[in-house]
T-cell receptor, first 113, second 115 residues
Framework: ELKVEQNPLFLSMQEGKNYTIYCNYSTTSDRLYWYRQDPGKSLESLFVLLSNGAVKQEGRLMASLDTKARLSTLHITAAVHDLSATYFC?????????????FGKGTKLSVKP | DAGITQSPRHKVTETGTPVTLRCHQTENHRYMYWYRQDPGHGLRLIHYSYGVKDTDKGEVSDGYSVSRSKTEDFLLTLESATSSQTSVYFCATLSTLAGMRDTQYFGPGTRLTVL
């Protein structure tokens, strides 16, 4: 059974600080996805990581993928309040591109002044 | 925004009644999905479709059925709603176009309450 585990599940940060969210998964896959969800809203795609060693950056967020360790990280640099949201990672069940995703439980990030 | 709409957006129903949720997309995406989101569980895949009349079960399919008679519409039916099906339901589509490949887009969600 494919499992996707995120930690921490809750994260309270001060503005200007750095932190990393971890996503571990239990089966072979070279595709990993990161999403953001604001309260009461839908999911927004942040990053699609398609190979071992993939690194993508958008603003203060950087995601990386290590398929050998079955680990992805989402690094937050100099956090600002606007980054407060819940972040999900997801892995394709079949390790391919069919889009059948297993999601982690999410990391609720709160950035305080 | 992949032009995904869901209807209804909110619904309250009673145990034992059938309920149908609709997902409509305007992007001609071939792949479509239904997920449910519950506190502490993240999102879980219910059913998916790879094309018209081509559907299959996901992780939590018991008590649900789907149909896809047109590319743009994917219907989720709760045959006899139970309180455990109270949830927020999201539809998603997958673009397979070069440059947007693997990007899965989500609809706005339907909040369903079963009393």
């Amino acid at each position: 059974e494919l499992k996707v585990e995120q930690n921490p599940l809750f994260l309270s940060m001060q503005e200007g600080k750095n932190y990393t969210i971890y996503c571990n998964y239990s089966t072979t896959s070279d595709r990993l996805y990161w999403y953001r969800q604001d309260p009461g809203k839908s999911l927004e795609s942040l990053f699609v990581l398609l190979s071992n060693g993939a690194v993508k950056q958008e603003g203060r967020l950087m995601a990386s993928l290590d398929t050998k360790a079955r680990l992805s990280t989402l690094h937050i640099t100099a956090a600002v309040h606007d980054l407060s949201a819940t972040y999900f990672c997801a892995v394709d069940i079949y390790g391919g591109s069919q889009g059948n995703l297993i999601f982690g439980k999410g990391t609720k990030l709160s950035v305080k002044p | 925004d992949a032009g995904i709409t869901q209807s209804p957006r909110h619904k309250v129903t009673e145990t034992g009644t059938p309920v149908t949720l609709r997902c409509h997309q305007t992007e001609n995406h071939r792949y479509m999905y239904w997920y449910r989101q519950d506190p502490g569980h993240g999102l879980r895949l219910i059913h998916y479709s790879y094309g018209v009349k081509d559907t299959d079960k996901g992780e939590v399919s018991d008590g649900y059925s789907v149909s896809r008679s047109k590319t743009e519409d994917f219907l989720l039916t709760l045959e006899s709603a139970t309180s455990s099906q109270t949830s927020v339901y999201f539809c998603a589509t997958l673009s397979t176009l070069a440059g947007m490949r693997d990007t899965q887009y989500f609809g706005p969600g339907t909040r369903l309450t079963v009393l």
